[in-house]
């Protein structure tokens, strides 16, 4: 009678057993979250469980995103090095037109390299500089373009595919979909641009006996948007991704975030002067330093009339104002170190200062190298991308300082 009994007991204990892992189950079904679904408890009838829905987007989807736009200011930092080489290398005109899908392919046969290379020979480029160029010559150049072009396509893909799954998914707030949607605007009026940009070198000018070069005044436009997308995409991310930092607010923090902001600006305005020491190739008229050939300020400083086009159109004023950013961005980022030193900061907020201190000299010890060695290519490019990595450390610095709305 006994073993009868003890039977019974364990067939209810496990069909108990049974019934309680699908109850558990069933509860933690609960927790899938739904798109738009707002957060709210569920009591089960046993009184001992409860759910709660998550809703989106949340810390969780943030961070996605956040992920998301850094690795897309990857690709932009990528496609402005590519850009500096294509410059540094003179083969930006290789190209001569310019397709959205058909040109993604390049020539493949003998005879389609052969039309190529006879498109390209129609114009100023090949007449005045290239003219005993061979088609091996050419093809290293055309690739070198057409890299740069297919990164630039890879770019645009890489915002916009993910901006329609993560709108679908619901994962951003009303504010961030007006700003992916102004990114995404933005790379595609950069496209754009970069014709722009190219046509002005492409165009026959019988009054100039100058070497055909792109407009430095367009070539400055097109820089300046790529690290305008550039900021923008690092910035939303970095805020997306990282935790803000608690502060007790003083007024010795205001000014540091006010001290922050300008020099921020500073790099800004640096980098993108470097636009037009590229463009009129006034990096090869005084290849000393720190004076520039035996003077501080060189006789031709203001030699064009009006004076103002000087700043723009006058190599060696393009030069002399690259030296006085480049020095005062420098000054005011060891200001900025000296500063931060005097108040207590998190840990995070230390070393992005730190590396950003790092950097600065780095840089300048880049640039005045560029300079006295005549501008060679790996150097020069090292030089360009450093601009972009200390620009990078700038806004983590200013990610980092953020005040946060309460």
Request: charged residues 15%; positive net charge.
């Amino acid at each position: 009678m006994l073993l009868p009994s003890l039977r019974l007991v364990a067939s209810c204990g496990c069909r108990h057993v049974v019934r309680g892992s699908q109850i558990q189950r069933t509860h933690l079904r609960q927790w899938i979250p739904r798109r738009g679904q707002t957060t709210s408890t569920l009591a089960v009838e046993t009184g001992t469980v409860q759910t709660v829905a998550v809703s989106v987007p949340n810390a969780a989807t943030n961070r996605i995103v956040g992920k998301w736009l850094v690795g897309c200011s990857g690709l932009v930092l990528g496609a402005v090095v590519l850009g500096g080489v294509t410059r540094l290398t003179e083969s930006g005109l290789s190209m001569v037109d310019w397709h959205l899908v058909k040109e993604m392919k390049p020539p493949q046969s003998q005879a389609e390299w052969e039309a190529e290379f006879a498109k390209y020979q129609q114009f100023p480029e090949f007449k005045i500089m290239n003219h005993d160029m061979t088609l091996t010559e050419f093809k290293f150049i055309f690739y070198m373009e057409w890299g740069h072009r297919m990164w630039g396509r890879l770019v645009g893909l890489a915002y916009i595919l993910p901006t329609v799954y993560f709108w679908k998914k619901g994962y951003f707030t009303r504010s961030m979909k007006g700003r992916v949607v102004g990114l995404c605007g933005f790379v595609f009026f950069q496209g754009l641009l970069g014709w722009y940009m190219v046509k002005s070198g492409l165009e026959e000018k019988p009054e100039s006996h100058d070497i055909p070069r792109v407009s430095q005044y367009r070539l400055a436009s097109h820089l300046g948007s790529a690290l305008l997308l550039y900021c923008a995409s690092l910035w939303t991310g970095l805020t997306l991704m990282l935790t803000p930092n608690k502060f007790v607010e003083t007024q010795g923090l205001t000014k540091l975030r006010r001290f922050a902001k300008g020099t921020g600006g500073l790099v800004f305005a640096t980098a993108l002067s470097g636009a037009f020491v590229a463009g009129l190739d006034a990096g090869l008229v005084y290849n000393s330093f720190p004076k520039m050939g035996e003077r501080w300020i060189p006789d031709d400083l203001l030699a064009f009339s009006p004076a103002l086009k000087n700043v723009f159109e006058n190599p060696t004023t393009v030069q002399f104002d690259h030296r006085i950013l480049a020095i005062s961005s420098l000054a005011a980022i060891t200001g900025l170190y000296m500063y931060s030193r005097t108040l207590r900061l998190p840990r995070r907020a230390k070393i992005a200062i730190g590396c950003l201190t790092a950097m600065a000299y780095t840089q300048v010890a880049l640039g005045v190298s560029t300079l006295l060695l005549y501008v060679p290519t790996p150097l020069a490019a090292t030089h360009q991308s450093g601009s972009v990595a200390l620009l990078t450390f700038a806004i983590w610095v200013l990610a980092e300082l953020r005040k946060v709305a309460k």
